[in-house]
C-alpha cells in the first residue's frame, strides 16, 4: 500500500515526498502543476534514491483521480495540493472554493469510494483569525479568517470533521502550519515561488541574489520588540517531519484533530533579515514600508499537542533556516527553471 501525496511536486510536499521515503514508506504522487515543474520530481528521485508512481493530475477532475486510486493501493493520502496566494485569493475567490474546497470534495468522495479513509490535511495557522492571543493552541476558537484563501482552510476543516462524525472509520489530521522556510540541506529542492514572491524568505533570499533589489519590510510600528512582525518560522524538513509523525498517528486513530506544526518561538522580521544576513555573510538591502493590510502584529503557536499526541516537535534553528534557505537560492538563483 502506498501513501499518495497530492501537490507532492510542491514546496512542501517536495520535501516531505522525501521524508516519508526516509521512513521507509511506498508513496504516489500527483500534481497538476499549476505551482509547480515537473523538474523537481528528477531531483526527489536522485535525493531518494529510488522512484515511485507519479500521476499529472487535476483533483478536481473524479475520472482522473478514480484512475489513480485503481492504479494504486493507497493507505492514506497526504493532501497538500490547493491555491495558497492570500491576495489572489481576494481578487479571484471562486478559482480558491474551486480548487481547494471543491478540489478536496472530489478527493474525499473518490477516497470513501476506494475505502480509503485516512486523509492528512494542510492546513493554516491563518484559520486562528486575528483575535486570538499567540501562543495559538488548537482549542482556541477558528473561523473568524480575514480572505477568501484562509476560509477555504476553515471550511475544509470542518468539512473533514464532519466527515469522521458521519462514519467512525474516518481519520484526518489538520496540520495547521505556520510559517515554512528554509530547503532540503542538499540545495536540490526548495521554494520556487512563480513572479515575485509573496512571503519574506523567498523575498529575502531574491534580493540577496540579486533578482530582486530591495525588500520592503512591512510596518515598524508594530506591537513588538523592535517594531517589525512576528512569526513563527519553521524549518520545511521539520514540517515534513511532522508529516510523517502525523501519519503514523491518523493510521492508528480515527476521528479528526487539528494540530499546530510550529516551533513555539516568534521571530520578527529584522531578526529573520538580520540572521541571515550573519549566517550567510551577505547583506540584504532593506527599506521600511507602510503595513500591509491584513496582517497581525504577533502570531506564533504552542506546539504542545504535537509532542502529546504523536512525539513531534521542531529541531532545526533559525541559523539552519537561514543556511538552507540560502543554499537553494544560491545554487538555483532561476529556481527550477535554470
Ligand atoms: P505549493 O504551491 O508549492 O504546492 C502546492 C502544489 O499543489 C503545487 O505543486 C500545485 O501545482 C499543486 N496543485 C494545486 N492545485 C492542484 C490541483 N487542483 N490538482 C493537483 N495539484 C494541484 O504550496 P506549498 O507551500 O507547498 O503548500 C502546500 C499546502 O500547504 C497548500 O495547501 C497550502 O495552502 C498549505 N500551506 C502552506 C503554507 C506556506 O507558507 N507555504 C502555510 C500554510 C498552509
Ligand atoms: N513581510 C515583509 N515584507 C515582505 C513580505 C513579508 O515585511 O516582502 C512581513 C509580513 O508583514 C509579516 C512577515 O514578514 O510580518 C511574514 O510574512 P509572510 O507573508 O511571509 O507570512 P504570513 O505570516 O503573512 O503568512
Redesign the pocket.
Known sequence: MAILI????????SHTCLELIRAGYDIAV???????KPEVLGRIRELAGRDFPFFP????DEKALRAVFDAVPVQAVIH?????AVGESVRDPLAYYD??VG?TVTLCRVMQQAGCRCIVF?????VYGKDNPSPLREEMPVGRVENP?GRT?YIIETLLQDLCASDPAWSAMLLR?F??IGAHESGRIG?DPAGIPN?LMPYIAQVAVGRLEQLSVFGNDYNTPDGTGVRDYIHVTDLARGHVAALAYALRHTGAEAVNLGTGKGCSVLELVHTFERVNGIPVQYRIAPRRPGDVDVCYADPAKAARLFGWRAEKTLDDMCRDSWRWQSLNPQGYDA
Do not use: H, Q, V
Open positions: 497530492t501537490g507532492g511536486c510542491g514546496y512542501i510536499g500527483l500534481d497538476n502543476y499549476c505551482n509547480s493530475c487535476d483533483i478536481r497538500f495540493a490547493g491555491l495558497k480548487n481547494n478540489g494542510s492546513s493554516s495557522a491563518t484563501y482552510k502550519y510559517n515554512p521554494e512571503n
